[in-house]
């Protein structure tokens, strides 16, 4: 009966490099809520960078030996999220003006992902929480998108210092997860 109620979570010897992306991503979020006057140019350059060290982390994972069943989702969010981010440390003019938007399209994907994701992985006991998950990115990622069309500087800022508080705690959760079991 060892295999019957095997997670679709994939389990790898690397699980500690998510932990520390997902570490990074909440010091930043606190480090942009408590210093909000450094402005859009400094949280775009940081959170640019760690989106593409999440991307690279997510292909690596996808491309393993023992990759998850959904790994073309791992791939895409990694493609998206490296893309983002380069856009976003490309041009500081260009990432003041779309950085509430790209990060929209960041969290409606992650949450339309965890939607997924919940459902097929239904026979868990807990899979309600991804489709919690779910909802929660997608609603930060709507709120970016109402921040944007009002420009509203001061709601991005707090938007972006919560949403990359609440994204650093999943992925560091999801890191224990991914961390092997050593067998009796």
Known sequence: MKGLYVSDIVTTRWWWLILIVGILLVLGGFTYWIWPEAGFAVASQIFGWLLILAGIVQLCVASGPNHPKAWEWWIAGGVIDIFIGFMLVRSVLLSEAVLPYFLAIIFIFWGIEAFVGSASR?????WWLGLINGILLC??????????????????????SIAFIYWGFTIALTSYEMKPVAEK
């Open 122 to 126: 239904r026979r868990n006991s807990y």
């Open 139 to 160: 609603v930060i990622g709507f709120f970016f998108l109402e921040a944007g069309w009002v420009s509203n500087a001061l709601m991005v800022s707090f938007l972006t």
